[in-house]
Protein backbone atom coordinates (compact mmCIF):
# COMPACT_ATOMS: atom_id res chain seq x y z
CA UNK A 1 0.00 0.00 0.00
CA UNK A 2 1.13 3.62 -0.96
CA UNK A 3 2.27 5.79 1.92
CA UNK A 4 0.02 8.36 0.88
CA UNK A 5 -2.99 5.87 1.17
CA UNK A 6 -1.86 4.70 5.05
CA UNK A 7 -1.35 7.85 6.25
CA UNK A 8 -5.12 8.61 4.70
CA UNK A 9 -6.43 5.95 6.23
CA UNK A 10 -4.56 6.55 9.78
CA UNK A 11 -5.96 10.66 9.44
CA UNK A 12 -9.60 8.95 8.73
CA UNK A 13 -9.30 6.77 12.08
CA UNK A 14 -8.38 9.81 13.80
CA UNK A 15 -11.10 11.50 12.84
CA UNK A 16 -13.61 8.97 13.75
CA UNK A 17 -12.07 8.48 17.43
CA UNK A 18 -12.31 12.64 17.57
CA UNK A 19 -16.13 11.81 16.77
CA UNK A 20 -15.70 14.46 13.82
CA UNK A 21 -18.07 13.09 11.64
CA UNK A 22 -17.15 15.24 8.59
CA UNK A 23 -14.93 13.59 5.63
CA UNK A 24 -11.18 14.81 5.92
CA UNK A 25 -9.28 16.07 3.09
CA UNK A 26 -6.48 13.50 2.29
CA UNK A 27 -2.94 14.61 3.04
CA UNK A 28 -0.44 15.63 0.21
CA UNK A 29 3.41 15.80 0.12
CA UNK A 30 4.82 18.68 1.95
CA UNK A 31 5.92 21.40 -0.49
CA UNK A 32 9.22 21.82 1.52
CA UNK A 33 11.68 20.34 4.01
CA UNK A 34 10.79 22.01 6.74
CA UNK A 35 7.11 21.16 6.47
CA UNK A 36 8.09 17.59 6.94
CA UNK A 37 7.22 14.58 4.49
CA UNK A 38 3.38 14.92 4.09
CA UNK A 39 1.16 17.61 5.20
CA UNK A 40 -2.58 17.87 6.38
CA UNK A 41 -4.64 20.71 5.56
CA UNK A 42 -8.19 19.46 6.24
CA UNK A 43 -8.54 21.24 10.12
CA UNK A 44 -8.69 24.51 8.38
CA UNK A 45 -11.95 23.53 5.82
CA UNK A 46 -13.53 21.74 8.71
CA UNK A 47 -13.07 25.03 10.87
CA UNK A 48 -15.78 26.73 9.32
CA UNK A 49 -17.98 24.01 9.39
CA UNK A 50 -17.46 23.55 12.68
CA UNK A 51 -17.15 26.72 13.92
CA UNK A 52 -14.04 26.12 15.90
CA UNK A 53 -10.45 26.86 15.74
CA UNK A 54 -8.48 25.41 13.29
CA UNK A 55 -5.62 24.81 15.52
CA UNK A 56 -7.90 23.50 17.93
CA UNK A 57 -9.46 20.69 15.12
CA UNK A 58 -5.93 19.63 14.51
CA UNK A 59 -4.53 19.25 17.96
CA UNK A 60 -7.93 17.26 18.77
CA UNK A 61 -6.51 15.02 15.65
CA UNK A 62 -3.04 14.49 16.24
CA UNK A 63 -3.93 13.67 20.21
CA UNK A 64 -6.23 10.74 19.31
CA UNK A 65 -4.00 9.58 15.70
CA UNK A 66 -3.80 5.63 16.57
CA UNK A 67 -0.73 4.28 17.29
CA UNK A 68 1.49 3.78 14.36
CA UNK A 69 5.07 3.00 13.02
CA UNK A 70 5.28 5.03 10.36
CA UNK A 71 5.03 8.94 11.66
CA UNK A 72 8.11 9.89 13.67
CA UNK A 73 6.58 13.19 15.10
CA UNK A 74 3.75 15.46 13.92
CA UNK A 75 3.87 19.41 14.25
CA UNK A 76 0.94 22.03 13.71
CA UNK A 77 1.96 24.92 11.81
CA UNK A 78 0.13 28.20 10.61
CA UNK A 79 -3.21 28.31 11.14
CA UNK A 80 -4.16 24.73 11.48
CA UNK A 81 -1.74 22.41 8.87
CA UNK A 82 -0.39 19.32 10.70
CA UNK A 83 3.23 18.24 9.33
CA UNK A 84 3.93 15.56 8.98
CA UNK A 85 7.51 13.37 9.25
CA UNK A 86 7.98 10.03 9.09
CA UNK A 87 10.25 7.23 10.11
CA UNK A 88 13.76 6.64 8.42
CA UNK A 89 12.40 2.68 8.43
CA UNK A 90 9.31 3.66 6.10
CA UNK A 91 11.15 5.70 3.51
CA UNK A 92 13.86 3.15 3.35
CA UNK A 93 11.19 0.37 3.11
CA UNK A 94 9.64 2.60 0.50
CA UNK A 95 13.13 3.47 -1.54
CA UNK A 96 13.82 -0.27 -1.76
CA UNK A 97 10.70 -1.89 -3.12
CA UNK A 98 11.03 0.99 -5.42
CA UNK A 99 14.38 -0.09 -6.93
CA UNK A 100 13.07 -3.91 -6.76
CA UNK A 101 10.37 -2.81 -9.51
CA UNK A 102 11.02 -1.86 -13.13
CA UNK A 103 8.69 0.96 -13.41
CA UNK A 104 9.85 2.16 -9.57
CA UNK A 105 6.00 1.52 -8.41
CA UNK A 106 4.82 4.22 -11.14
CA UNK A 107 1.77 2.80 -13.36
CA UNK A 108 2.13 3.85 -17.21
CA UNK A 109 -0.60 6.71 -18.18
CA UNK A 110 -3.76 4.86 -19.16
CA UNK A 111 -4.28 7.66 -21.99
CA UNK A 112 -1.41 8.33 -23.14
CA UNK A 113 -0.68 11.05 -26.01
CA UNK A 114 1.43 12.45 -27.92
CA UNK A 115 4.08 15.28 -26.69
CA UNK A 116 6.12 17.62 -28.42
CA UNK A 117 8.81 19.11 -25.83
CA UNK A 118 10.75 21.84 -27.89
CA UNK A 119 14.19 22.56 -25.41
CA UNK A 120 17.93 23.68 -25.61
CA UNK A 121 17.31 25.80 -29.12
CA UNK A 122 21.26 27.00 -29.48
CA UNK A 123 22.06 29.30 -32.33
CA UNK A 124 24.16 28.20 -35.04
CA UNK A 125 26.09 31.12 -34.89
CA UNK A 126 28.03 30.66 -31.63
CA UNK A 127 28.76 27.64 -29.18
CA UNK A 128 26.36 26.94 -26.58
CA UNK A 129 26.74 29.15 -23.45
CA UNK A 130 25.84 28.68 -19.60
CA UNK A 131 22.14 30.46 -20.90
CA UNK A 132 21.12 27.12 -22.65
CA UNK A 133 22.31 24.79 -19.76
CA UNK A 134 19.00 25.14 -17.72
CA UNK A 135 16.86 24.66 -21.29
CA UNK A 136 18.79 21.52 -22.31
CA UNK A 137 18.41 19.91 -18.70
CA UNK A 138 15.09 20.65 -17.67
CA UNK A 139 13.47 19.72 -20.96
CA UNK A 140 15.20 16.71 -21.22
CA UNK A 141 14.28 15.23 -18.02
CA UNK A 142 10.36 16.50 -18.23
CA UNK A 143 11.25 14.03 -22.00
CA UNK A 144 12.28 11.35 -19.60
CA UNK A 145 9.77 11.75 -17.34
CA UNK A 146 6.30 12.02 -19.96
CA UNK A 147 8.61 8.54 -22.11
CA UNK A 148 8.59 7.31 -18.64
CA UNK A 149 4.45 7.15 -18.15
CA UNK A 150 3.77 6.31 -21.13
CA UNK A 151 3.76 9.26 -23.80
CA UNK A 152 5.15 9.36 -27.26
CA UNK A 153 7.45 11.76 -26.83
CA UNK A 154 8.98 13.94 -30.03
CA UNK A 155 11.99 15.99 -29.11
CA UNK A 156 12.46 18.55 -31.14
CA UNK A 157 15.43 21.11 -31.01
CA UNK A 158 14.42 24.41 -32.71
CA UNK A 159 18.24 25.88 -33.74
CA UNK A 160 18.68 29.19 -34.96
CA UNK A 161 20.80 28.50 -38.20
CA UNK A 162 18.96 31.20 -41.25
CA UNK A 163 19.22 34.82 -41.06
CA UNK A 164 21.12 37.45 -42.11
CA UNK A 165 24.60 36.46 -40.34
CA UNK A 166 24.86 33.40 -42.44
CA UNK A 167 26.17 35.03 -45.53
CA UNK A 168 28.90 36.93 -43.33
CA UNK A 169 29.85 33.81 -41.70
CA UNK A 170 29.85 31.34 -45.00
CA UNK A 171 31.67 34.03 -47.07
CA UNK A 172 34.40 33.86 -44.25
CA UNK A 173 34.31 30.22 -43.66
CA UNK A 174 35.37 30.15 -48.19
CA UNK A 175 38.11 32.76 -47.21
CA UNK A 176 39.65 30.99 -44.54
CA UNK A 177 39.46 27.73 -47.25
CA UNK A 178 38.02 27.95 -50.48
CA UNK A 179 36.90 24.62 -50.02
CA UNK A 180 34.85 25.05 -46.47
CA UNK A 181 36.98 22.22 -45.40
CA UNK A 182 38.03 23.21 -42.02
CA UNK A 183 37.06 22.51 -38.30
CA UNK A 184 35.70 25.40 -35.93
CA UNK A 185 37.06 25.01 -33.02
CA UNK A 186 36.45 28.31 -31.39
CA UNK A 187 32.74 29.45 -32.91
CA UNK A 188 32.87 31.93 -30.84
CA UNK A 189 36.09 33.72 -32.33
CA UNK A 190 35.34 32.36 -35.68
CA UNK A 191 32.16 34.73 -35.60
CA UNK A 192 34.09 37.70 -34.32
CA UNK A 193 36.97 37.47 -37.20
CA UNK A 194 34.34 37.19 -39.94
CA UNK A 195 32.63 40.34 -38.50
CA UNK A 196 35.70 42.22 -38.20
CA UNK A 197 36.41 41.42 -41.60
CA UNK A 198 33.03 42.47 -42.55
CA UNK A 199 33.85 45.98 -41.09
CA UNK A 200 37.38 47.01 -42.86
CA UNK A 201 36.68 45.32 -46.42
CA UNK A 202 34.19 46.61 -48.67
CA UNK A 203 34.08 44.00 -51.07
CA UNK A 204 33.91 41.03 -48.72
CA UNK A 205 30.73 42.93 -47.00
CA UNK A 206 29.04 43.34 -50.78
CA UNK A 207 30.18 39.46 -51.14
CA UNK A 208 28.68 38.75 -47.73
CA UNK A 209 25.34 40.42 -48.75
CA UNK A 210 25.37 39.32 -51.56
CA UNK A 211 25.45 35.33 -49.91
CA UNK A 212 22.42 35.80 -47.79
CA UNK A 213 20.61 36.40 -51.00
CA UNK A 214 22.11 33.67 -53.00
CA UNK A 215 21.28 31.24 -49.50
CA UNK A 216 17.71 32.38 -49.70
CA UNK A 217 17.25 31.72 -53.42
CA UNK A 218 18.85 28.59 -53.03
CA UNK A 219 22.04 28.82 -55.01
CA UNK A 220 23.91 25.11 -54.79
CA UNK A 221 27.33 26.64 -53.61
CA UNK A 222 26.08 28.85 -50.72
CA UNK A 223 23.73 26.28 -49.56
CA UNK A 224 26.62 23.46 -49.96
CA UNK A 225 28.72 26.37 -47.63
CA UNK A 226 25.98 26.75 -45.24
CA UNK A 227 25.64 22.64 -44.26
CA UNK A 228 28.82 22.63 -43.94
CA UNK A 229 29.15 25.52 -41.04
CA UNK A 230 26.07 24.47 -39.35
CA UNK A 231 27.26 20.73 -39.64
CA UNK A 232 30.44 21.98 -37.79
CA UNK A 233 28.14 23.67 -35.27
CA UNK A 234 25.73 21.20 -34.63
CA UNK A 235 29.17 18.63 -33.55
CA UNK A 236 30.23 21.26 -30.96
CA UNK A 237 26.54 21.30 -29.69
CA UNK A 238 26.31 17.48 -29.74
CA UNK A 239 29.73 17.51 -28.05
CA UNK A 240 27.67 19.49 -24.91
CA UNK A 241 24.96 16.45 -25.17
CA UNK A 242 27.23 13.76 -25.16
CA UNK A 243 28.50 14.82 -21.95
CA UNK A 244 25.45 16.26 -20.35
CA UNK A 245 24.17 12.72 -21.24
CA UNK A 246 20.91 14.52 -22.36
CA UNK A 247 18.59 12.31 -25.42
CA UNK A 248 19.54 15.35 -28.25
CA UNK A 249 20.67 14.21 -31.55
CA UNK A 250 20.91 15.22 -34.99
CA UNK A 251 17.70 13.69 -35.50
CA UNK A 252 15.72 15.61 -33.17
CA UNK A 253 16.89 19.15 -34.72
CA UNK A 254 13.99 21.29 -36.71
CA UNK A 255 15.75 23.82 -37.61
CA UNK A 256 14.46 27.79 -38.24
CA UNK A 257 15.32 27.11 -41.80
CA UNK A 258 12.88 24.20 -41.93
CA UNK A 259 9.82 26.23 -41.63
CA UNK A 260 11.31 28.76 -44.27
CA UNK A 261 9.06 27.98 -47.15
CA UNK A 262 6.11 27.90 -44.75
CA UNK A 263 6.24 31.30 -43.79
CA UNK A 264 4.58 32.93 -46.69
CA UNK A 265 1.68 30.52 -45.90
CA UNK A 266 1.53 31.33 -42.45
CA UNK A 267 1.00 35.01 -43.78
CA UNK A 268 -1.84 34.01 -45.88
CA UNK A 269 -3.69 31.98 -43.38
CA UNK A 270 -3.58 35.32 -41.11
CA UNK A 271 -4.50 37.38 -43.99
CA UNK A 272 -7.37 34.78 -44.62
CA UNK A 273 -8.80 34.90 -40.95
CA UNK A 274 -9.03 38.90 -41.22
CA UNK A 275 -6.17 39.11 -38.11
CA UNK A 276 -3.39 41.26 -40.06
CA UNK A 277 -3.62 44.79 -39.61
CA UNK A 278 -0.98 47.17 -41.18
CA UNK A 279 1.14 49.68 -39.33
CA UNK A 280 4.43 51.73 -40.90
CA UNK A 281 3.99 48.84 -43.68
CA UNK A 282 4.60 45.72 -41.42
CA UNK A 283 1.94 43.16 -40.81
CA UNK A 284 0.77 43.05 -37.34
CA UNK A 285 -1.39 41.07 -35.33
CA UNK A 286 -3.20 43.06 -32.46
CA UNK A 287 -4.33 40.37 -29.57
CA UNK A 288 -7.37 41.65 -27.08
CA UNK A 289 -6.40 43.70 -24.21
CA UNK A 290 -2.30 44.03 -25.87
CA UNK A 291 -1.40 47.33 -27.09
CA UNK A 292 1.58 46.25 -28.21
CA UNK A 293 1.22 44.26 -31.89
CA UNK A 294 2.85 40.95 -32.82
CA UNK A 295 4.75 41.68 -35.98
CA UNK A 296 4.47 38.85 -38.39
CA UNK A 297 5.86 40.39 -41.34
CA UNK A 298 8.28 43.73 -41.33
CA UNK A 299 7.54 46.24 -44.08
CA UNK A 300 10.88 44.55 -46.15
CA UNK A 301 9.00 41.46 -46.53
CA UNK A 302 11.19 39.71 -43.76
CA UNK A 303 9.94 37.50 -41.39
CA UNK A 304 10.44 37.18 -37.08
CA UNK A 305 10.52 34.72 -34.62
CA UNK A 306 6.96 34.41 -34.29
CA UNK A 307 6.00 34.12 -37.98
CA UNK A 308 8.90 31.07 -37.50
CA UNK A 309 7.15 29.71 -34.24
CA UNK A 310 3.76 30.07 -35.78
CA UNK A 311 4.88 28.07 -38.51
CA UNK A 312 6.24 25.58 -35.85
CA UNK A 313 3.14 25.06 -34.02
CA UNK A 314 0.92 24.67 -36.91
CA UNK A 315 3.25 21.67 -37.88
CA UNK A 316 3.55 19.90 -34.77
CA UNK A 317 -0.01 20.30 -34.28
CA UNK A 318 -1.10 19.06 -37.83
CA UNK A 319 1.84 17.40 -39.03
CA UNK A 320 3.09 15.64 -36.00
CA UNK A 321 -0.16 15.27 -34.17
CA UNK A 322 0.90 16.52 -31.30
CA UNK A 323 -1.77 17.09 -28.12
CA UNK A 324 0.38 18.71 -25.64
CA UNK A 325 3.21 20.84 -27.12
CA UNK A 326 5.82 22.16 -24.23
CA UNK A 327 8.49 24.89 -24.72
CA UNK A 328 11.13 25.00 -22.35
CA UNK A 329 12.26 28.71 -22.63
CA UNK A 330 13.45 31.28 -20.10
CA UNK A 331 10.76 33.18 -18.34
CA UNK A 332 11.86 36.42 -20.17
CA UNK A 333 9.80 35.07 -23.09
CA UNK A 334 6.64 34.72 -21.33
CA UNK A 335 5.20 37.68 -23.28
CA UNK A 336 6.51 36.46 -26.99
CA UNK A 337 4.75 32.66 -26.37
CA UNK A 338 1.39 33.89 -24.56
CA UNK A 339 0.50 35.52 -27.88
CA UNK A 340 1.93 32.90 -30.53
CA UNK A 341 -0.24 30.65 -28.41
CA UNK A 342 -3.18 32.82 -28.01
CA UNK A 343 -2.55 33.71 -32.47
CA UNK A 344 -1.99 30.12 -33.25
CA UNK A 345 -5.50 29.15 -31.25
CA UNK A 346 -7.00 32.06 -32.88
CA UNK A 347 -6.39 31.13 -36.38
CA UNK A 348 -6.59 27.87 -36.08
CA UNK A 349 -2.96 26.91 -36.58
CA UNK A 350 -3.73 24.59 -33.73
CA UNK A 351 -6.62 22.80 -32.95
CA UNK A 352 -8.42 23.78 -29.52
CA UNK A 353 -7.67 21.13 -27.56
CA UNK A 354 -3.99 21.00 -28.04
CA UNK A 355 -2.11 21.84 -24.66
CA UNK A 356 0.04 24.80 -25.33
CA UNK A 357 2.47 25.52 -22.98
CA UNK A 358 5.32 27.77 -21.70
CA UNK A 359 7.72 25.78 -19.05
CA UNK A 360 9.06 29.07 -17.93
CA UNK A 361 13.08 29.23 -15.59
CA UNK A 362 15.05 31.53 -14.18
CA UNK A 363 17.97 32.86 -14.81
CA UNK A 364 21.53 31.45 -13.80
CA UNK A 365 23.27 34.07 -11.67
CA UNK A 366 26.65 34.30 -9.88
CA UNK A 367 27.02 34.75 -6.11
CA UNK A 368 26.52 38.34 -6.24
CA UNK A 369 23.36 37.90 -8.28
CA UNK A 370 24.18 39.33 -11.18
CA UNK A 371 24.20 37.29 -14.96
CA UNK A 372 26.86 34.00 -14.62
CA UNK A 373 29.68 35.79 -16.97
CA UNK A 374 33.49 35.24 -17.11
CA UNK A 375 36.18 36.92 -14.92
CA UNK A 376 36.32 39.63 -18.30
CA UNK A 377 32.71 39.48 -18.87
CA UNK A 378 31.76 37.21 -21.59
CA UNK A 379 29.78 34.68 -22.09
CA UNK A 380 30.85 30.79 -20.08
CA UNK A 381 31.11 28.49 -22.51
CA UNK A 382 29.00 25.38 -21.74
CA UNK A 383 32.06 22.74 -22.89
CA UNK A 384 34.24 24.91 -20.10
CA UNK A 385 31.55 24.51 -17.22
CA UNK A 386 30.96 20.58 -17.82
CA UNK A 387 34.32 20.70 -17.93
CA UNK A 388 35.56 22.26 -15.05
CA UNK A 389 32.29 20.55 -13.06
CA UNK A 390 34.75 17.65 -14.11
CA UNK A 391 37.67 19.02 -12.71
CA UNK A 392 36.61 20.35 -9.16
CA UNK A 393 34.40 16.68 -8.60
CA UNK A 394 37.62 14.88 -9.43
CA UNK A 395 39.31 17.46 -6.66
CA UNK A 396 36.22 16.87 -4.09
CA UNK A 397 36.98 13.21 -4.07
CA UNK A 398 40.23 12.16 -4.59
CA UNK A 399 41.33 12.13 -0.78
CA UNK A 400 38.14 10.41 -0.06
CA UNK A 401 38.47 7.07 -1.42
CA UNK A 402 40.78 4.24 -2.75
CA UNK A 403 40.25 4.86 -6.57
CA UNK A 404 42.26 3.84 -9.03
CA UNK A 405 43.09 6.80 -11.60
CA UNK A 406 40.61 5.09 -14.54
CA UNK A 407 37.53 4.84 -11.49
CA UNK A 408 38.59 8.44 -10.39
CA UNK A 409 38.28 9.47 -14.33
CA UNK A 410 34.71 7.99 -14.43
CA UNK A 411 33.53 8.72 -10.97
CA UNK A 412 34.46 12.51 -11.80
CA UNK A 413 32.41 12.69 -14.44
CA UNK A 414 29.82 11.01 -13.05
CA UNK A 415 30.02 13.02 -10.14
CA UNK A 416 30.42 16.43 -11.88
CA UNK A 417 28.10 15.80 -14.24
CA UNK A 418 25.22 14.37 -11.61
CA UNK A 419 26.04 17.77 -9.64
CA UNK A 420 25.25 20.39 -12.03
CA UNK A 421 22.09 18.58 -13.34
CA UNK A 422 20.68 18.29 -9.31
CA UNK A 423 21.59 21.75 -8.32
CA UNK A 424 19.66 22.74 -11.27
CA UNK A 425 16.25 20.62 -11.04
CA UNK A 426 16.63 20.81 -6.97
CA UNK A 427 15.71 24.24 -7.02
CA UNK A 428 12.34 26.19 -7.78
CA UNK A 429 12.31 26.11 -11.43
CA UNK A 430 11.14 29.30 -11.94
CA UNK A 431 13.75 31.17 -9.02
CA UNK A 432 16.64 32.62 -10.56
CA UNK A 433 19.88 30.48 -10.04
CA UNK A 434 22.57 31.28 -8.03
CA UNK A 435 25.61 28.58 -9.89
CA UNK A 436 27.77 27.79 -6.27
CA UNK A 437 30.35 25.45 -7.20
CA UNK A 438 31.04 24.91 -3.24
CA UNK A 439 27.46 24.56 -2.46
CA UNK A 440 26.88 21.92 -5.38
CA UNK A 441 30.13 19.94 -4.78
CA UNK A 442 29.80 19.73 -0.81
CA UNK A 443 29.60 16.65 0.59
CA UNK A 444 26.86 18.26 3.20
CA UNK A 445 23.69 19.71 2.62
CA UNK A 446 21.10 19.35 -0.28
CA UNK A 447 23.92 18.19 -3.00
CA UNK A 448 24.59 15.69 -5.64
CA UNK A 449 27.15 14.17 -3.65
Keep these: MKIK ?3 NQIIHQAFDNANIDEKPISVTEATKAEFG ?27 VMPQNTMIAK ?27 DSRLGIKPKDNPIKVVVDY ?45 QFGMLIAYLEHIDEDGNVSLKDLEQFYKDAKAKFDSDKDFANKAREYVVKIQSGDSHCIGLWEKFINISLGHCQEVYDKLNVNLSDKDVKAES ?34 IPVIVQKADGGYLYATT ?79 EAIIKAKNAITNR ?3 SQEELDKVAKIVGIGAVKYADLSINR ?12 SFDGNTAL
Excluded at 74 to 100: C, H, K, M, P, R
Excluded at 136 to 152: C, R, V
Design 5 to 7: QQL
Design 37 to 63: DYQFNGAMALAKKLKSNPREIAQKIID
Design 74 to 100: TQIAGSGFINIWLEDSVLSQSLQQALE
Design 120 to 164: SGPNMAKQMHVGHLRSTIIGDSLANLLEFLGDEVIRQNHIGDWGT
Design 258 to 291: FYNDDLSKVIDELDGSSMLTLSDGAKCVFLDGDD
Design 309 to 387: DLAALRYRAKVLGAKRISYIVDARQSQHFKQVFAIAKKCGFVPQDVKLEHIAFGTMMDKSGKPFKTRDGGTVKLIDLLD
Design 401 to 403: DGF
Design 430 to 441: ESNYIFDWDKML
